[in-house]
C-alpha cells in the first residue's frame, strides 16, 4: 500500500541585436557576391551526435550506483527520433505524473472547449497545483481505471496499468504502473503531429504543464538550458510525482514531460523507487535526466538556431 501522493511544494534541492541600420534615402547599398558570381549557400547545422547506448548506461550505472534503489528512464528527441532507454521493462509507480493520463483521457471524451467550468479548473488545479481531490473528480468522470484503460490503448501505452476499484483513503490512479518508454510514447502524443487529441487541446495541455507551480518544476527541468546572449534557452513542460510508500517508508519521486530547444524536441521520463528521501529521489531523477540530455546534445551543448552554442549548464 502506498499513501502521501504528492500535492504540496516539494522540497528541494537574445542574441546581440544587428549591427546597422537601413540605408539612408538615395544610397546604395553594396551587394558583396562571392568570386564566379555563385550566391554561397547558408552553411547546414551540424548532425546531432550518435547517441552510444552502452557508455550512457555505463555513465548512469556509475551515478546511481551510490543511491541504490530503482530507476529507469527513457528519451526521445522528437524531432531525429533518436532515443534510449535505461531499464527498458521496469515498471514503477506513476505517482502524479498519472494525472496526465488522466487529462489526456478526459479530452479524448470531450474537447476542451466543452468542458464546465468547474472541470477545466479541476483540470487546471490538478496540472498546475498537483490537486489530488480534483485528481479524483477527474479520475471518477472518465470511468476510473476503466476510463483510463480505454485512453492508453488510444495513445499506444502497451504497459500502463492502473488498479482496478476505488481505494478508501489512498490515490487509486497514483499506484498506476508504468515504463518510461510509455510516458515518452504519452509525452509524444502531446507534442507529437499524429495524435488522437486535437492540436488545440495538446497545446492547452502542455500549456498548464509549463505553468506549474514553481516549488514543484524541479526534475527533468534540471537539464534544460538556462539561455543566455548565446545560448539558446528550453521551454520546459513537467508533471512530477512523489508518494511514501507505507510499508517501509521508502520513496517514489518521478518526472515526465517536454523539453523544447533550438531544433529539438525532447520527450522525457524519468521514474525512481525506493529512496530513503523524497530529496534523494529528486537527486537521482535531476542526474539522470541531466546526464541524458548532455549525451544527447553533444559537445555542442545548447545550441542556438544560429549557430552558436554553450555547454549544458549542471547544477
Known amino acids: 500500500m502506498t499513501a502521501d501522493v504528492g500535492s504540496s511544494a516539494a522540497p528541494r534541492a537574445v542574441p546581440p541585436a544587428g549591427i546597422g541600420s537601413p540605408s539612408a534615402p538615395g544610397a546604395v547599398e553594396p551587394r558583396v557576391v562571392p568570386s564566379g558570381g555563385l550566391r554561397t549557400p547558408a552553411p547546414r547545422p551540424p548532425a546531432p551526435p550518435r547517441v552510444s547506448a552502452p557508455r550512457l548506461t555505463r555513465t548512469l550505472d556509475r551515478f546511481l550506483a551510490r543511491y541504490g534503489g530503482r530507476t529507469t528512464a527513457a528519451v526521445r528527441d522528437l524531432t531525429t527520433a533518436r532515443t534510449y532507454h535505461y531499464h527498458r521493462d521496469l515498471q514503477l509507480p506513476t505517482a ?69 476499484g476505488r481505494c478508501v483513503d489512498l490515490y487509486c490512479w497514483g499506484i498506476t504502473r508504468t515504463t518510461a518508454s510509455d510516458q515518452v510514447r504519452l509525452i509524444g502524443a502531446l507534442a507529437g503531429k499524429r495524435s488522437p487529441l486535437p492540436e488545440k ?27 543566455d546572449q548565446v545560448s539558446s534557452k528550453s521551454e520546459v513542460s513537467l508533471k512530477n510525482g512523489w508518494l511514501r510508500h507505507v510499508a517501509n517508508g521508502r520513496w517514489v519521486v518521478v518526472s515526465v514531460g517536454l523539453i523544447r530547444e533550438a531544433g529539438h524536441d ?9 529512496s530513503p528521501s523524497m530529496g534523494t529521489g529528486v537527486a537521482r531523477v535531476e542526474g539522470a535526466v541531466k546526464r541524458i540530455l548532455a549525451a544527447f546534445r553533444g559537445r555542442r551543448g545548447c545550441a542556438t538556431a544560429g549557430g552558436q552554442a554553450v555547454l549544458s549548464t549542471i547544477r
Open 266 to 274: 525532447y520527450a522525457v521520463a524519468v521514474l525512481t523507487e525506493d
Open 96 to 164: 502524479s505524473a498519472s494525472k496526465i493520463n488522466i487529462l489526456m483521457a478526459l479530452l479524448l471524451t470531450s474537447p476542451w472547449r466543452r468542458l464546465a467550468r468547474q472541470t477545466r479548473d479541476d483540470a487546471e488545479r490538478m496540472i498546475r497545483f498537483s490537486d489530488n481531490a480534483a485528481a479524483d473528480r477527474l479520475y471518477e468522470r472518465i470511468g476510473l481505471e476503466a476510463g483510463l484503460a480505454r485512453a492508453d490503448r488510444e495513445f499506444g501505452l502497451r504497459r500502463t496499468y492502473a488498479p482496478a
Open 201 to 227: 487541446d495538446r497545446e492547452r495541455v502542455l500549456r498548464l504543464m509549463a505553468n506549474v507551480t514553481p516549488e514543484q518544476r524541479w526534475g527533468i527541468s534540471a537539464a534544460a538550458c538556462e539561455g
